[in-house]
């Protein structure tokens, strides 16, 4: 291009042009397309006043072929199930020659995608070869091999080996594995957040949270705060494309400019449970006026213990005003499910310690469900048939980890807060005694009942700044629709028959 004179007097058409991010282009990241059709001030655009010129490609004279597709299509209803269902037959009539090639790819493929690994390159070695055979035997061949040690894959041709260099994550040599980065060089997951600062509507917003893939919650106190100015937007009413105020895209041009911390946040991939003397699991549990939250780390205690984020996982608080006694006992219900999902995904069986800051939700647990409110009994039911008893266990609120999922971090504050990843230091250096694990149920302490818990627990009652006497006026229509609906509601009660007869004649009078 040509740089020219901001006054042109020749004829002159300034052509509309946009970019194209590619990520995975080896060579060029960024094109630029041009819009020919775009139009101009005086109604016509470039493309109306050229010649479009006579087609040159060659017009195919042979007459049109019909084939027949010999593999699974995928785009229709039964490919998932034939694909995944052709690959466990394949593994059931193989495992006789190939038991542990066969194991692993019933357990460990995704679709297409195998994920798996080994204590020795000598195991790993062995199983890169029986997965090959397992393949070959049903006409299979895996593609894009990669492994946190180059010799593992050596010896494989490179058409079969993962491009590196084609996933690019700032420069650092990174894979991309059912969504998430890989990092093969320190080992490592991360998670990409690439966000805009051209927002001004709540469409724009959503779309772009929504590119944010953190399936294991590694980044949680930080996502759970677009999870919040989202639920402020729909708080506030407005409409798909109504300007947001100046106060919430100030917490988002704040989150915004902090976005690249997220990047720099590693979690290890590599759990090392090979040798160790012990493997405990322990899950967090908290709760806030905006958020309740939980999270699970590994204790691994080999010869020093040793803290592995798991997983995580964050939910913003209903916009309708509850206690916080009950949103603390919603994440107790969360932690328990996240935990279920946990072990059986990872066939682990380790001893379990919950713990939660919340003496009254540790109360409810240990209460029958009988003895609680339809809220309450039903959650203790669900908590009961997916953990027990003995595992719950009382935390200061100062100590739990959890805490900074449901108050939110934002990226640079995270990326500080060496303790999320790494786990708490209380339970890496100063594992607490024996006594400390006392289940809660055995502890003396005075349980609350519901309805007690419930008038003590006023005090703590979320406010949100809403005048709830009047704020049900926001649901009708009319004036008349509320006088109606107050006037049946007293109908219904003893006040009108007994206290406000001239009430009960102005409802019959509607009527």
């Known amino acids: 291009m040509t740089p020219l004179a901001s006054d042109v007097k020749t004829p002159h058409y300034f052509l509309s042009h946009h970019g194209v991010i590619n990520d995975n282009g080896s060579k060029t990241k960024l094109r630029v397309v041009f819009d020919g059709s775009f139009k101009s001030t005086n109604g016509n655009s470039l493309n109306d006043i050229l010649l479009t010129g006579k087609k040159l490609q060659k017009s195919p004279e042979e007459p049109l072929g019909i084939f027949k597709l010999n593999t699974v299509t995928y785009g229709t209803s039964c490919a998932p199930f034939l694909a995944i269902r052709t690959l466990k037959q394949l593994c059931e009539d193989e495992k006789h020659r190939f038991l542990q090639a066969a194991k692993l790819a019933k357990d460990h493929f995704y679709v297409d995608d195998l994920l798996a690994g ?43 080996k993962t491009n590196i260099s084609s996933h690019s994550f700032d420069d650092e040599s990174t894979h991309k594995i059912l969504g998430l980065f890989w990092d093969l060089n320190e080992d490592s997951f991360k998670v990409r957040a690439v966000l805009s600062d051209q927002v001004s509507t709540k469409r724009q917003m959503l779309s772009i949270i929504a590119r944010i893939f953190d399936p294991l919650g590694f980044v949680s106190p930080s996502t759970i705060i677009l999870k919040i100015i989202l639920q402020d937007l729909w708080k ?221 627990s006023d005090s703590v009652v979320l406010s949100t700044g809403v005048d709830y006497s009047l704020s049900f006026l926001d649901k009708f229509s009319s004036y008349m629709k509320v006088v109606r609906t107050v006037l049946h509601v007293y109908s219904d009660s003893t006040i009108i028959p007994n206290q406000c007869p001239k009430l009960l004649g102005l409802y019959t009078h509607m009527n």
């Open 236 to 456: 506030a009413g407005l409409d798909w494309d109504d300007e947001i105020s100046s106060e919430i895209l100030n917490r988002w041009n704040r989150f915004q400019a902090e976005i690249s911390c997220l990047k720099q946040i590693k979690v290890p991939r590599y759990v090392q449970t090979q040798n160790a003397k012990h493997c405990k699991i322990h899950g967090f549990c908290d709760a806030s006026s905006k958020a309740y939250s939980d999270v699970i780390y590994l204790r691994v205690v080999s010869d020093s213990p040793h803290l592995f984020l798991m997983a995580s996982k964050t939910r913003v608080a209903p916009v309708q005003t509850i206690s916080l006694p009950k949103l603390e006992f919603c994440g107790t219900l969360l932690l328990a499910e996240l935990l279920d999902t946990f072990k059986k995904s990872l066939n682990i069986t380790h001893d379990t310690y919950l713990w939660c800051d919340s003496t009254i939700t540790l109360s409810w647990i240990n209460n029958p469900p009988v003895k609680g409110n339809q809220f309450v009994q039903h959650r203790v039911g669900n908590i009961h048939a997916l953990t027990s008893e003995e595992s719950w266990h009382h935390t200061p609120g100062k100590l739990n980890p959890a805490d900074w999922a449901t108050r939110g971090l934002y990226p640079k504050q995270l990326l500080e807060n060496s303790e999320w990843v790494a786990g708490p230091k209380w339970l890496h250096d100063f594992y607490p005694s024996s006594n400390s694990f006392i289940p809660f149920s055995e502890q003396p302490v005075s349980l609350v009942p519901i309805d007690q818990s419930e008038s003590l």
């Open 118 to 160: 080994a204590d020795s390159l000598d195991s790993i070695r062995k199983i890169v070869h029986e997965l090959q055979n397992l393949m070959s035997a049903g006409g299979f061949e895996l593609r894009k091999w990669s492994c946190t040690h180059l010799e593992v894959v050596s010896d494989l041709p490179n058409s079969l």
